[in-house]
């Protein structure tokens, strides 16, 4: 089974400094991973999905073999950043659990 | 045009009660979704289905009890809610194979609480 996991709970930034929000993944072949955001009381949304390489809201993740990373990127944090982030395989018949994602919290 | 649709959004009722939460998607998507969040905001799947065929079937309380009359619909009704059972659920519904790299699309989440 796919799986990934966030090992910050808690991410705290200053507004315009660098965030990196980070995923690693544990299984074999080519994996499918995606970045989710969900703003307060809001559902989660789709941020990011390795395999269109675009940027969202400034936001880039790289998918890193060697590592087996898929961190989440951005090189200016702005207040409206602060959401729960969830890195995560891709649904179908995988039993996939977002696990507790990380919380990230712009400080003006 | 919302793309999943989950009714109610707040939900607040007694302990011992049995509640419904229903959930659509307008996506033509395969495969639909219940998730957990709790207090913490950890996120667990609950039930999966495909094509109106259970697939994930997590350990839940026997008390849990999804319903997919077809594959645009997929409910969940809860008999005798225990204060535990207190969270948001989330709907979601992706396509399977995911050959596009969609992911899953979310409902808007149904925040129960048991009193």
């Known amino acids: 089974a796919q799986r990934v996991t966030q090992p910050e709970k808690l991410l705290s930034v200053f507004k315009g400094a660098p965030v990196e929000l980070k995923c690693n993944y544990s299984?074999?072949?080519?994996?499918?991973l995606f970045w989710y955001v969900q703003y307060s009381r809001q559902r989660l949304q789709l941020l990011l999905r390795?395999?269109s390489r675009e940027s969202i809201k400034g936001f880039t993740a790289d998918l890193n073999k060697g590592e087996t990373s898929f961190h989440l990127k951005k090189p200016f944090a702005q207040e409206e950043d602060s959401a729960m982030y969830y890195c995560?395989?891709?649904?179908?018949?995988?039993?996939?659990?977002f696990g507790i994602g990380t919380k990230l919290q712009v400080i003006p | 045009d919302t793309a999943v649709s989950q009714t109610p959004k707040y939900l607040v009722t007694q302990m011992g009660n049995d509640k419904s939460i229903k959930c659509e998607q307008n996506l033509g998507h395969d495969t639909m979704y219940w998730y957990k969040q709790d207090s913490k905001k950890f996120l667990k799947i609950m039930f999966s289905?495909?094509?109106?065929?259970?697939?994930i079937n997590e350990t839940v309380p026997n008390r849990f009890s999804p319903k997919s009359p077809d594959k645009a619909h997929l409910n969940l009704h809860i008999n005798s809610l225990e204060l535990g059972d207190s969270a948001v659920y989330f709907c979601?519904?992706?396509?399977?194979?995911?050959?596009?790299?969609?992911?899953?699309?979310f409902g808007s989440g149904t925040r129960l609480t048991v009193v």
């Open positions: 995560a395989p891709p649904g179908g018949y995988q039993k996939v659990t």
């Open positions: 299984y074999s072949g080519s994996p499918e």
């Open positions: 390795h395999i």
């Open positions: 289905y495909n094509n109106k065929e259970l697939i």
């Open positions: 979601a519904s992706s396509q399977e194979p995911d050959a596009y790299g969609y992911g899953y699309t």
